[in-house]
């Protein structure tokens, strides 16, 4: 990587304040710059260490006014978190690739592999799957019979993808992600459990990705169903006829239990639960380590079970005085005595 921030500012319309011909090699945090660095100032908490920084430029939004001298070149933006992750996904894109199938992986005979495609070693891609132009499968990774993998997408390291699912085009699954697995259907019978067979599939939308060790359901019939432009962190439990609609975003250790439905640009934050076979409408936001245990309208929610914000925080702070009215109670009741 070597730029000039004349070439970063011209990537992104931006203003410059400073050496147009400062050299860039590498990204870094502000408050570990280092000679030849990019950074970035978003956070004002973060502000101190523009003045100290060692970086060689910052990406700042143009609304930022120095107090004090600034050891480096300013590149202004309208908004500096935005524009760094433009960036980043500029230097992304622009790596090296790997192209190529490895001798060491296995592909059945009657499955289609498209142009540019990566293949590593002990990949295995089943019978009828559609592997799509420029994919990149990596080692170790399982691509079911039946499978349709899109264009461009990538599949890290020991992903695991089951027969009949659909994964769109411009998506990354990574690491020990498993894809259509079977839902958790049993019915009680004689105080034993009989297994109901899951013969549905997973249906992935375009630009997806899904965290590592993230695990999504196949549908006891139909489709479990991930939406375009989803975004899922790792180590979240997606059930069986789950439907996550367009855009939503969800975090750490989330659960949603089977047939529930969460619509478009939700934000669901770490360990929220949802139960099953409720509706979540769009735009909804649910805070950290909520239980939604019934549907919800648009709006904020907190708490388990999950509460609109502010009743959750006038519950939380009435929570924080109950051992003084407890103490006063007793204090009373044993005066009156």
Known sequence: MKYLVSQIAELLSAEIVGDPNTVITTICKIEEGVPGGLTFLSNPKYTQYIYTTRAAAAIVNKSFVPEQDVPCTLIKVDNSYLAFAKLLNFYQ?????????????????????????YIGEFASIGEHAVVGNGASIYPQTVVGDNVRVGERTTLYAGVKVYADCVIGNDCILHAGAVIG??????????GQYLKIPQIGNVVIGNNVEIGANTCIDRATMGSTCIGDNVKIDNLVQIAHNVTIGEGTGMAAQVGIAGSAKVGRRCILAGQVGVAGHITVDDGTVIGAQSGVTHSLKQGTYLGSPALPLQE?????IYRRKLPTLFSDVKEWMNGDE
């Not at 894109?93 to 495609?117: F, L, M, Q, Y």
């Not at 697995?181 to 004689?190: R, W």
Request: proline share 8%; net charge neutral.
């Open 181 to 190: 697995a079977d839902g958790f259907g049993f019915a009680p019978q004689d």
């Open 312 to 316: 959750e925080k006038r519950l939380i």
């Open 93 to 117: 894109e622009n790596k090296p690739r790997k192209v190529g199938i490895s001798d060491k992986a296995c592909i059945a005979p009657s499955a289609t592999i498209g142009e540019n495609v």
